[in-house]
């Protein structure tokens, strides 16, 4: 708690100007967003093409009596606009998670007097008064300042707290607020939302509210727009084309039956059974259940999905770019290396190289008297390092002392960035500890000038590995000197054992200690595998260049010799950036608004973005990104809100398992599109052919509605649940462009129920105009039929896999393709042997033999596909 002395100098503001600011600004809040209403946000969705052709298809199937198929249809409207108004009002929480966040409480001095004050009341011009653990409810500039370190990393995603220093007297405050951004050591400025690590002091506010380095992200985040996917957009135009063909279809069905029998009421009801029999109500069924199957098979991987369309998106990134603090890093700092120096024989010591093992004797005084240069509970995260690694390696030794009382403590000051603190055992005997800045500490240790060029060297190297180097010395009191205290935070009871500064004792040179914010053991497989799947990888960071590079060098990241910075990016044209950031994969000493220009830059270079991050910061380039993933662990609100995708368990290898997710769900998807769109020739064709040459109706709304028996689930559960191919992730992300009706798959998939047709055709005409008595029109129906059913289970059996053939695919477990074959087989003995259902189906008794030519003529419609696949492995191979 700053001391009173210090509250005398400043009385803030009245309450009367307090009054006046407060209508003037307004709260220290960012405004909330316009809620949609319940209707508005379900006619968005509704009036979606995918969504009216289910409504339509629905609508037909009440007009045909077919009450079963039209309450399924529209249940999966209900279904999917639920689905998308909970996702609706979860995305819309982003910003009340950020006013949450910049709204604390806050100590504030008006009229002269200490007021605690929630953080949305605090003005322009209030004097805060901050401690150690306090987050900043505004932007500041510091008039006083002891010891003040602050963790910045929410909004710079710097892993180390920085130092603040006051305000130098006659320095223009509100020209340092506007200039001034967050990041770097002894700046004035502290920022809305960050939190004070150590040291204690008092500001003045300089903006509040959306004027807040965090409202700027709020802003950002408030006029970006999520685009629609690539899928959705191709799913709606081909929706629309095959509708349009469909009805074109149906009108021509009406013509040509009202012509040629003179019946206009049966043919526009032939027509409707034609379009129940080749409207395209399953490619969004399709979409929706793979999606939700998809985003369940997320979550078994420990991944939340957010937006559902998501899913299928992350299979084509491109470019993953990456946040190192929090996302590549653990965001806590760990000892690495230990360097003992006595003046002569330096002892270096990698502590990661000896995991597990035990400490030599030599380096336990660089880290006793680094936790005495310590606080007993500290919030400093280097601190806390030195904490753990005593805790698990000098446990139970003389070399830690639970016992001792922290009799004073020097602070670190912009003119020696040291502190000492001064320990008192149970024997009254003084032990001082200091650590800070390696030089800080040779001038407390009157380094000779050789020694200061050899410790440089030293300080050189383990910097050039991105390690934050901290010495450590211990000293003595000389002599018996009077005391004066400085004005700290908890003033002291005299104590003539004390001296007046840091000077006052003498030194001895301990050593160095290096930390790091250690990367995630997982993340350099995670990262190869990205590479041979083709994805690029690109970190972004707050952190010093030399960290960064440090970084990439250990997760296996190239190139590391191209770095570009943040104030690079600000004297950049969009020309050169698109240009430069072609070749360059790390980027440093970013601010948000620089990671939002990233991936905008990305995403006009026609990259498919995905963006990982778990800060504030991170916000608006994960909403802005094609797929945004946050940490779920140690993300903020806000970043979790902002994103597509939240790792639950902050496990940077469930990215890229969820990439290969992503790339078998769009795989199986075509898969199950392209079945889809095969199957419907041939029922449209029975449908339309016996109507244009005068044939009895083949196929009859009953019969339609048994196929789709098989068909739904087939391309939904059967489709979704098959394997991933084997070269998933070694083949390149597939070319955003590339549509899932591919030139290639549409003509296989045309080619498939065309052939089908043929067959059918040729089985219904021989069995029709064959002259054997055997052959009425129901039997001639039942043969077509058979066959239909035949050659669909073999389409199903052929589209598992577009390059191994059916007996290869067998042996690949699915267990909803046995469901789905069996019941077929299953129902159409039922129909065909159980007079009931037979006579409903207006089918005739078939014999062996004619099961045998069913059999022979479904097998044969596919097998030139199956030929295909072998000759295509052949030319491979070639």
């Known amino acids: 708690m700053v001391t009173s002395s210090q509250d005398l100098q400043y009385t803030g503001l009245s309450s009367q100007e307090v009054a006046i600011r407060l209508k003037q600004d307004g709260y220290n809040e960012l405004p909330s967003t316009q809620h949609r209403n ?92 901050l401690s150690e653990g306090d987050r900043v409810p505004a932007d500041a500039v510091l008039l006083w300042s002891t010891h003040v370190t602050v963790d910045e990393s929410l909004l710079t995603g710097e892993s180390v707290p920085v130092r603040k ?84 279809i149906c009108i021509a069905v009406v013509v040509i039956y009202g012509l040629t029998r003179a019946d206009w009421l049966h043919g526009f009801l032939a027509g409707l059974a034609l379009a129940m029999a080749i409207l395209p109500n399953e490619i969004p069924v399709v979409l929706a259940i793979f999606l939700a199957l998809g985003a369940w098979r997320f979550s078994q991987q420990k991944v939340l999905t957010r937006r559902i369309p998501v899913v299928e998106t992350l299979g084509s990134a491109t470019v993953l770019c990456v946040d190192k603090t929090g996302t590549l890093t653990f965001n806590r700092m760990a000892v690495k290396q230990l360097f ?42 280097m601190e806390k390092a030195l904490q753990l690694i005593g805790q698990n390696y000098l446990a139970k030794t003389e070399h830690l002392h639970g016992d001792w009382q922290l009799l004073h403590e020097y602070p670190l000051s912009s003119e020696l960035l040291a502190m000492s603190c001064v320990w008192e055992a149970l024997t009254k005997e003084l032990t001082v500890a200091a650590k800070g800045a390696p030089e800080a500490i040779a001038e407390l240790c009157h380094f000779s ?31 018996s000197l009077p005391q004066t205290h400085p004005d700290i935070a908890l003033p002291l009871d005299t104590d003539d054992r004390l001296p007046t ?6 030194f001895e040179f301990v050593g160095l200690i290096g930390l790091e914010d250690p990367v995630r053991p997982t993340v350099a497989p995670a990262i190869a595998e990205c590479y041979s799947a083709g994805i690029r990888v690109v970190m972004i960071t707050g952190d010093y260049p030399v960290t960064a590079q440090n970084i990439a060098r250990q997760i296996g990241l190239v190139p590391t010799d191209k770095v570009i910075t943040g104030r690079e990016l600000e004297q950049m044209g969009e020309a050169e950036l698109r240009d ?14 620089q990671k939002l220009l990233i991936v905008n830059a990305l995403k006009q270079s026609g990259e498919i973005v995905a963006m990982t991050g778990d800060g504030v910061n991170d916000a608006p380039a994960l909403k802005a990104a094609h797929i945004g993933i946050a940490m779920g662990e140690r993300g903020t609100d806000v970043a979790r809100e902002s994103a597509d995708l939240v790792l639950l368990e902050d496990d940077f290898s469930s990215i890229v398992e969820s990439v290969k997710l992503g790339r078998r769900i769009f795989d199986n998807l075509k898969k199950g599109m392209a079945y889809t769109l095969a199957v419907h020739v041939p029922i449209a064709g029975m449908s339309l052919i016996p109507v244009i040459f005068g044939w009895p ?139 009931f259902l037979r006579h409903l189906f207006s089918f005739s008794y078939l014999h062996a033999d004619d099961l045998l030519v069913s059999f022979l003529s479904g097998i044969v419609s596919i097998l030139w596909f199956e030929a295909l696949k072998l000759w295509n492995r052949r030319e491979v191979r070639a």
């Open 340 to 381: 003992v120096y006595d003046g002569s024989t330096p002892y270096p010591y990698d502590v990661t190289l000896h995991d597990r093992e035990p400490l030599p004797e030599v380096v336990h005084p660089l880290i006793e008297f680094g936790i005495l240069a310590s606080r007993k509970d500290p919030f400093d995260p």
């Open 697 to 835: 109706l083949v196929l009859l709304p009953i019969h339609i509605a048994f196929l789709h028996l098989i068909i739904d689930p087939a391309c939904t559960i059967v489709f979704e649940a098959e394997p991933a191919e084997s070269n998933v992730m070694r083949r390149p992300p597939r070319d955003p462009k590339e549509p899932l009706f591919s030139p290639r798959t549409l003509k296989l998939a045309l080619l498939q129920g065309i052939s089908v047709l043929v067959v059918l055709v040729a089985v219904f005409a021989i069995a029709y105009y064959s002259g054997d008595s055997k052959f009425t029109e129901t039997n001639a129906r039942a043969l077509a039929f058979t066959t239909l059913i035949i050659s669909n289970l073999a389409m199903i059996l052929t589209n598992r896999s577009w390059s191994r053939t059916i007996p290869e695919m067998l042996q690949a477990p699915n267990t909803a393709l046995w469901w789905v074959l069996g019941g077929g087989i299953i129902f159409l003995a039922l129909i065909l042997y159980i007079p």
């Open 449 to 479: 000038t050789n020694q200061q060029e050899e410790l440089t060297q030293h300080v050189q190297a383990m910097a050039q590995e991105g390690l934050r180097v901290l010495g450590v010395a211990k000293g003595r009191r000389i002599g």
């Open 580 to 593: 430069r950031i072609q070749s360059a994969n790390i980027f440093a000493r970013v601010v948000p608004e």
């Open 165 to 248: 220093r006051a305000a130098k007297t006659g320095e223009d405050l509100e020209k340092l607020a506007a200039t001034l951004r967050p990041g770097g050591d002894d700046l004035p400025c502290v920022y809305s939302g960050t939190l004070l690590v150590q040291g204690q002091g008092i500001a003045q506010v300089q903006a509040t509210g959306i004027h807040t380095e965090m409202g700027k992200i709020g802003k950002a985040l408030q006029t970006i727009e999520q685009e629609d996917t690539s899928l959705q957009k191709e799913t709606r135009r081909i929706v629309g084309k095959l509708t349009i063909v469909a009805i074109l």
């Open 38 to 129: 319940f209707l508005e946000i379900a006619w968005e969705i509704i009036r979606e093409p995918i969504f009216l052709l289910l409504i339509s298809c629905g609508t037909i199937y009440l007009l045909l009596g077919d009450a079963q198929e039209a309450i399924i249809l529209l249940g999966f409207v209900f279904f999917i606009v639920g689905i998308n108004l909970y996702q609706e009002q979860k995305t819309e929480r982003s910003l009340e998670a950020l006013r949450d966040l910049s709204s604390p409480r806050a100590l504030v001095i008006r009229d002269g007097e200490r007021l605690r004050i929630a953080g949305r009341e605090v003005v322009r011009g209030d004097v805060i008064v």
């Open 501 to 506: 500064q840091q000077h006052d004792f003498e």
